[in-house]
């Protein structure tokens, strides 16, 4: 459905296989109620490999399917979506993440007042069990179900929209490295002026790690991750300090989520239940982030990689069943 005005929203999703990994969250996609005026952007590794019907995808204004050989992250692989991409607003979107129909609408329109940067509510689409509530709580409570539209200072880490000139015109070349802990480059972002906004009316189910030998490592390295980018010219004795302090993080961190579950409508109940597994999860956490700031980056980017994609393989066999079995079948 492609015409001479252009896309306003291109969408950027990853299938580091092929088009089965990415097919449920197309399937959400297509539900969009501006999906004509959305660009698909398929980052992969190869073109040849997707074995997908084209005509599936007919709906959208347009879509390309960007090859970049060997994908070993998702940052790297975000980037080159981003700089491929023809819409000047980007949204960041993934297999295991499923935007309600309203979700590409809201952000557009948000994206008219100069926000650099829009995030959507994040909804848990796999509450079943207690490590996925753990994992979601400390990866997204900040922009959990009820929260009011606000400026931010960060937002959902590949989940949410840009204006691509920002982008491009900031980071450059250092967009690869950028966008691998999206955090710091929001950071970044509101250090040179940038505002960030939270839309309410955009809403995406997030499927959690729900399988405890996934998602503790996937604590450690996307500390390790999120230390080993942030320290990027850092003096020496900024890095050791930060260090020294780490083992303060599971503390803070625990006191932020629990300050965000006790805002009313939120389940301020789940605290008492999760406690032991959440204080876990967050000790691993702290781990990876002290090793990050004394040591870098170091293999973190590569062993996330293993884990940010095929979020099936990490989640129970009832989540399986429920999320991922094709919508003509669950009905």
């Known amino acids: 459905m492609n015409n001479d005005s252009g896309p306003e929203m291109?969408?950027?999703?990853?299938?580091?296989?092929?088009?089965?990994?990415i097919e449920t969250t197309i399937q959400y996609l297509l539900e969009q109620t501006v999906r004509d005026r959305i660009e698909l952007v398929i980052v992969t590794q190869s073109a040849e490999r997707l074995y997908f019907n084209e005509?599936?995808?007919?709906?959208?204004?347009?879509?390309?399917?960007?090859?970049?050989?060997?994908?070993?992250?998702?940052?790297?692989?975000?980037a080159e979506g981003i700089r491929q991409a023809h819409g000047e607003l980007v949204a960041l979107t993934e297999d295991h993440c499923f935007p309600e129909p309203g979700w590409a609408a809201a952000l557009i329109e948000a994206h008219s007042d100069s926000w650099a940067a829009v995030g959507p509510v994040i909804r848990n689409a796999n509450p079943d069990t207690m490590v996925s509530w753990c994992d979601f709580l400390i990866g997204y409570c900040f922009w959990m179900e009820p929260i009011a539209a606000a400026q931010m200072s960060f937002l959902p880490g590949h989940n949410s929209s840009y204006k691509r000139s920002v982008l491009t015109e900031e980071y450059g070349d250092q967009l690869d490295n950028m966008m691998e802990s999206e955090t710091v480059m929001h950071f970044d972002l509101c250090r040179k002026g940038y505002r960030l906004y939270i839309e309410p009316a955009a809403c995406s189910e997030h499927v959690n790690f729900s399988l405890l030998s996934s998602w503790l490592p996937v604590q450690y390295f996307a500390g390790r991750s999120f230390a080993g980018n942030r320290i990027h010219n850092w003096s020496v004795l900024k890095r050791l300090l930060y260090g020294i302090a780490s083992p303060l993080i599971p503390i803070v961190r625990l006191l932020r989520i629990n300050r965000e579950l006790r805002r009313p409508g939120r389940p301020r109940y789940l605290l008492v239940r999760l406690l032991p597994l959440l204080v876990l999860g967050l000790l691993f956490d702290g781990l990876g982030q002290m090793i990050g700031y004394l040591m870098g980056l170091g293999n973190a980017t590569d062993k996330l990689s293993q884990f940010e994609f095929n979020r099936i393989k990490h989640i129970t066999k009832n989540d399986r069943r429920s999320l991922f079995m094709p919508k003509s079948k669950k009905a």
């Open 55 to 78: 005509s599936l995808l007919n709906e959208f204004w347009g879509y390309q399917v960007v090859s970049v050989g060997q994908i070993r992250s998702i940052g790297r692989a975000n």
């Open 10 to 21: 291109s969408v950027i999703i990853t299938a580091l296989e092929n088009y089965q990994s």
